[in-house]
DNA sequence: TCTGGGGTCCTTGGGCGT
DNA sequence: TCTGACGCCCAAGGACCC
């Protein structure tokens, strides 16, 4: 806690309903809903015109629809959303080294370590010169809040919301604190908060008085303690610019309930590659592996696994992760499986088998492909027996270090060979469907890209009727389904034939009959020039020709298979970047 | 009328070595 | 040799955040 209001903390305003309001001029003004929009989707953001009716963050998809049916639902565009996340983060630097992101949308800054403000008026001056640079720079708005700690600064943003700046002076916290319920403090959520309402503590002046004796006894320790001293206005953690990854995952829900055994094993399996995949692209290995396990009745199960060193080959996570499942009962079904890898390094077992076979058989010859096993096994029947399923974790991950042979370069880090590799080097993958429609211009993205905006949108009234229902019938068994956010929908007894893969393939190119339009997604019209992809279905694509800068566009349908139609990417929010030219 | 995905942190309880 | 205390690691679950 300091005695000048010099740590900021930034919120954009209903960050990716809001880009995508930047980003497509006609829904500006209206209802945005960006979410998940299977069956099972939840609101991620809601414009404030969305909120108007009823509509937040979390609430199920189906909810949404019913309080405000005429909004426009979206899938988001994370890739997007990162550019311009990168261009507000950089504004945020140019204050301070001491930046810390909380996600996409959200961050804390160290104004007195970037001597930008060491009194309230300089502070107050620094946010708002930084919402008139983000407005500028972006075209959005974001709320400030300025404060002698990071708690009060992110109350401070909160109540100044939406396109506000709020400072609190220090040594007015605690009146300023006291009739603000308890869920404004961070760490308060639904069920804290019913324990506490429970006890009669509705207020953060009421948790304050209950001391912090009582809180450890209704909380424990930690959160107790932490929470009383907040009530208190106190807070002492510093901004810290860089963190840590503590672990990587992937999950999916399922649009129907999983029963067969067979079909669950290879979602787990699937699972895995994905994970692997994201674990490689961050530059780590892992030594616990995690199955998450949400059953038909929403109860959730994990089951772990800890090697006895970091692994980061596909083979290794697959055989744990298919060990833990045989752990689990999925009789009544599951609806979300997933994978996740935590006890992150950034070396692998099999780093250290091919650093010790190096030093000590220099002059040996080298292993041309990488192909020779180099852990303990490596020359043949292993004295104390077979090991046939990796039952042993470390020799496992030997074994996984040769499953990865093609794309093994010697000598190479075990990261070295990416996603792409590892599904090459999956003999038992079953075959995908259609690989997008990334033919003429492959823009990989490993989740919720442009692949994932090949779910539908519904973009306000005028949406085509016709690709709703088209979309709508994804979700039906045997469908071709759809990749991205969507990936688990429509695969309910179609194995491998969803077209799903999160992971980039190489030759991912379909022919015309089966060119695909993600709606939501951005185009490029040999004639019309920039637009987006409002609905498709029944052959056609309905594409609304608008950009960032200019007003309400109109609407054209087009055959799928239309030779001067072309997927593009995003046009900058702001100005005429070099992806405007990329028609 | 239902409840996403990707994380972090905390608590509890058991096993194990000292 | 047995036992309890202690610390550490691991596994599992839960709450919370955006």
Redesign the pocket.
Known sequence: MRAAPTILHLDMDAFYASVEQASKPSLRGKAVIVG?LG????V?TASYEARRFGVH??M?M??AR?LCPNGAYLIPRFRLYQAVSEIVMGLLRELSPLVEP?????AFVDLEAGGVAFDSAAARAAGERLRADILAATGLSGSVGLAGSKMLA?VASEEAKPAGLLLIEPGTERELLAPMSVRT?????????QHLRRAGITTVGELAEAGEDELVRML????GVGLHRMALGLDDRPVVAER??????????FDVDLHDRVRIRYEVQRLADRCVG?LRDSGHSG??IVLKVRRYD?????????LRGPTDAVAVVREAAAR?LE?VDTTGGV??L?V?V??LADYTQEDLFAFALAAEGEGAGPDPAGLEPTGPDAAGPDPAGPDPVGLDPVRAGAEGAVERGPGAVPGAPAGAVGALGAAEADPSALPDGPAGTSGTRPSPDG?MGAAGADGDVEAGSDRPAAAAEVHAADGAPGSAGTPG?GE?RGTVDSVGASGASGEPRAGGGVGAAERRWGAGSDVWHAVYGAGWVQGSGVGRVTVRFERPGSGPGRVRTFRVDDPELAPSDPLPLVGEGPAAAAG
């Open positions: 998940g069956p099972r989707g939840v991620a963050s979390a199920p189906a909810q019913r909380l996600s996409l949308d959200e992110k403090l961070p760490g308060v959520g639904p069920v804290t908060g424990g320790r930690s959160h840590d990854t503590k672990s990587v995952s992937v999950e999916d829900t994201r030594r616990t929403f109860s959730t199960l994990t089951r772990s696994e800890t833990l752990s609806r979300l997933g996740g935590s006890g989740g956010a688990a």
